[in-house]
């Protein structure tokens, strides 16, 4: 049509197949959602349509491009959120307090993909506790594996040690087959997977034999002081309060922790008992300590995962 308008953006340096996706999805979702035309060719991405259709969708195409040129992988629930979040920062534009983390022997940079995580990041950055609390698919744990790998790379830690209660879904430990290893080891997976998201396996494999990096039960941390260590708790709605200041109490010179946890998902026979719950009253306004609440929009897993958390919110509250 004659009054179409066409812009071209600059994808120099980008990785075409990373920026536009398997099948061209990245571009074909970009199209659908703004309602514009969309091709790639070479080092150009043409954006066409209507004034306002073209303005609305070059900061959403400049966000993947800017991701995509900082090897992030991208899909389209990346072009789903860019679009939902228009009128925000482009997570790929650098401000102030700039939170990014770039792991030695990764490619691609870790970073906020929501304002939710942005916050959160900025938060474990800036404080000795933090205290993430939201739903799943929010990035809580991914996110504050990668804060401690990286600290662990600057030496600004000499160890991570990440904890999870060991008890979940009221099963006890006594009642699992296979020796103590195998009874724990499929409450603590999750942890190794993101650590090996983030480093080599075999670096992870030497820095657990060296004791740089533990993963344990929550319980194994009674009697110890945890000092110059990046230390996290996940999964902390299942620790009582009983554990949960046992475990505030292990921090040591030097130490930061972060707990992570989803209100919704507390296994413990008596709610009330979450540690959780308990920090939630009794720490806020203590200095050096920070709460960061994600919320379904800060959710980075498949789409359908956010549509999920609200539908049960609402039967909620129904």
């Given at each position: 049509?004659?009054?179409?308008?066409?812009?071209?953006?600059?994808?120099?340096g980008?990785?075409?197949?990373?920026?536009?996706?398997?099948?061209?999805?990245?571009?074909?979702?970009?199209?659908?959602?703004?309602?514009?035309?969309?091709?790639?060719?070479?080092?150009?991405?043409?954006?066409?349509?209507?004034?306002?259709?073209?303005e609305?969708?070059?900061?959403?195409?400049?966000?993947?491009?800017?991701?995509?040129?900082?090897?992030?992988?991208l899909?389209?629930?990346?072009?789903?959120?860019?679009?939902?979040?228009?009128?925000?920062?482009?997570?790929?534009?650098?401000?102030?307090?700039?939170?990014?983390?770039?792991?030695?022997?990764?490619?691609?940079?870790?970073?906020?993909?929501?304002?939710?995580?942005?916050?959160?990041?900025?938060?474990?950055?800036?404080?000795?506790?933090?205290?993430?609390?939201?739903?799943?698919?929010?990035?809580?744990?991914?996110?504050?594996?990668?804060?401690?790998?990286?600290a662990?790379?600057?030496?600004?830690?000499?160890?991570?040690?990440?904890?999870?209660p060991?008890?979940?879904?009221?099963?006890?430990?006594?009642?699992?087959?296979?020796d103590?290893?195998e009874?724990?080891?499929?409450?603590?997976?999750?942890?190794?997977?993101?650590?090996e998201?983030?480093?080599?396996?075999?670096?992870?494999?030497?820095?657990?034999?060296?004791?740089?990096?533990?993963?344990?039960p929550?319980?194994?941390m009674?009697?110890?002081?945890?000092?110059?260590?990046f230390?996290?708790?996940?999964?902390?709605?299942?620790?009582?309060?009983?554990q949960?200041?046992?475990?505030?109490?292990?921090?040591?010179?030097?130490?930061?922790?972060?707990i992570?946890?989803?209100?919704?998902?507390?296994?413990?026979?008596?709610?009330?008992?979450?540690?959780?719950?308990?920090?939630?009253?009794?720490l806020?306004?203590i200095?050096?300590?920070?709460?960061?609440?994600?919320?379904?929009?800060?959710?980075?897993?498949?789409?359908?995962?956010r549509?999920?958390i609200?539908?049960?919110?609402?039967?909620v509250?129904?």
């Amino acid at each position: 049509m004659s009054d179409d308008v066409t812009h071209r953006l600059s994808t120099e340096g980008v990785d075409p197949l990373m920026l536009a996706g398997v099948n061209d999805g990245n571009l074909v979702q970009l199209a659908k959602r703004l309602s514009v035309r969309v091709s790639l060719r070479g080092d150009t991405l043409m954006l066409q349509g209507s004034l306002a259709a073209v303005e609305r969708a070059t900061s959403v195409a400049q966000a993947l491009v800017d991701l995509a040129r900082m090897g992030e992988t991208l899909d389209v629930g990346d072009v789903d959120r860019l679009v939902s979040d228009e009128g925000h920062q482009p997570p790929g534009e650098k401000t102030e307090g700039d939170t990014r983390i770039i792991l030695p022997g990764l490619r691609r940079v870790i970073q906020a993909k929501t304002a939710g995580q942005g916050d959160y990041l900025k938060a474990i950055a800036g404080h000795d506790i933090v205290i993430g609390i939201g739903p799943a698919g929010t990035g809580k744990t991914y996110l504050a594996v990668a804060a401690a790998v990286d600290a662990l790379s600057r030496k600004r830690v000499r160890r991570i040690v990440l904890a999870r209660p060991a008890v979940e879904a009221g099963e006890s430990l006594g009642f699992l087959p296979g020796d103590l290893h195998e009874k724990v080891d499929p409450y603590l997976r999750p942890l190794y997977d993101a650590l090996e998201d983030m480093m080599p396996r075999d670096r992870v494999q030497k820095a657990i034999d060296s004791r740089t990096i533990e993963i344990a039960p929550l319980a194994y941390m009674r009697g110890r002081t945890l000092s110059d260590a990046f230390v996290i708790l996940d999964e902390a709605q299942n620790a009582t309060g009983m554990q949960m200041k046992m475990f505030l109490t292990r921090l040591g010179v030097n130490s930061r922790a972060v707990i992570t946890g989803d209100k919704t998902q507390i296994d413990l026979a008596n709610r009330e008992d979450s540690g959780l719950l308990q920090v939630e009253r009794i720490l806020p306004g203590i200095e050096g300590i920070a709460f960061c609440y994600l919320g379904d929009t800060d959710v980075v897993r498949h789409r359908l995962v956010r549509d999920i958390i609200r539908a049960y919110a609402e039967d909620v509250q129904g």
